[in-house]
């Protein structure tokens, strides 16, 4: 333990400046799948969207080759942070109407970005083998676009989403100090932990006042998870209020961009750091394969949850 603590320390040194990139693999051999970070939240309006987008430019500065998903059905929260248009949805590519090229955006921070808003909800239960296979094809082209797949969750998820949900290599659930947020996160998490209890699950608190009431919040969501559903998720760490934020918001830019000195952008790039290390400490113990189950194990699970008819709570 002591050693992952050093590790994490130069970890969060190196990464207090743009200047000293993080690297997160040396290159992405053919025969391995890439890892899919799920991001979701209890209730809406948590800040989620802004989080996960200021970390894919940080991880693509780290030298991660990254791929943003926005799987909000029916909003396009992503396209309007980064002043963009929406972006072409694959259903699109699934239907044929355009190539995955075509529905992939460049970034200005060098990393795609695409919607899954509305494909596995319409294909996934679908007794139509063709477009099935479609799907799987779309799927696993997708991961030579990223080693590291991001899929920004909306909060009203529908039951198919729900089980997407479920069925991603890790998860990151975002919480802020209200109440509501606490306890919309704990019913999400208790779902999560029933069905799949093996996946790994972690906890951000966004908009703390400082690291001490962060991780108040969430010792007090571990202590209310192990007592009432018998496990807890790990810390990833909390991102503090910062007006930068809303400034950046107003810009329509990712704050990690437009303030990369503000202390939110700063708190960003040391969970930036703490994700280097879990997937470190976890490949080194042999789990490389049960991490990365990429967009087709993704699939997998899915339609596995899918077929054992999982309902909500």
């Known amino acids: 333990m002591s050693d992952q603590a050093e590790r994490l320390r130069r970890l969060m040194q190196q990464n207090t400046t743009d200047s000293v990139p993080l690297p997160l693999r040396e290159g992405k051999k053919s025969d391995v799948r890439a890892r899919v970070l799920g991001w ?9 969207s802004n989080l ?8 693509s500065d780290g030298g991660g080759r990254v791929l943003l998903v926005d799987a909000d059905a029916g909003f396009t929260n992503l396209a309007l942070l980064m002043g963009e248009g929406s972006a072409p949805d694959l259903m699109d590519v699934i239907e044929g109407r355009i190539s995955l090229t075509e529905a992939l955006v460049r970034t200005p921070g060098g990393f795609y970005y695409t919607s899954l808003a509305t494909t596995l909800e319409t294909y996934v239960a679908t007794e139509d083998h063709a477009k099935t296979v479609q799907l799987e094809s779309v799927l696993r082209q997708l991961e030579a676009w990223g080693e590291i797949i991001l899929l920004d969750f909306g909060a009203g998820l529908s039951a198919l989403a729900r089980h997407m ?8 659930l975002v919480i802020t100090p209200e109440i509501t947020s606490l306890s919309d996160a704990y019913a999400l998490y208790k779902w999560l932990y029933r069905i799949r209890p093996e996946l ?47 400034q950046a918001v107003r810009r329509q830019m990712p704050f990690y961009t437009a303030y990369p000195r503000s202390p939110a952008s700063r708190d960003i790039r040391h969970i930036r750091a703490r994700l280097s290390l879990a997937w470190e400490m976890y490949e080194a113990q042999g789990g490389a394969d049960a991490a990365r189950g990429g967009m087709r194990g993704l699939l997998e699970r899915l339609k596995e949850l899918v077929r054992r008819g999982e309902g909500w709570l």
């Open 40 to 48: 979701a939240s209890g209730k809406g309006g948590v800040g989620k």
């Open 200 to 246: 790994p699950v972690y906890v951000l608190i966004n908009r703390a006042q400082d690291e001490k009431e962060a991780e108040q919040m969430y010792t007090r969501f571990s202590r209310i998870a192990l007592s009432h559903v018998g496990g807890a998720p790990k810390y990833l760490g909390f991102v503090r209020e910062d007006p930068h934020i809303p």
């Open 52 to 59: 996960v987008l200021s970390l894919a430019y940080a991880l």
């Open 165 to 172: 949900l479920a069925a991603v290599d890790e998860l990151v």
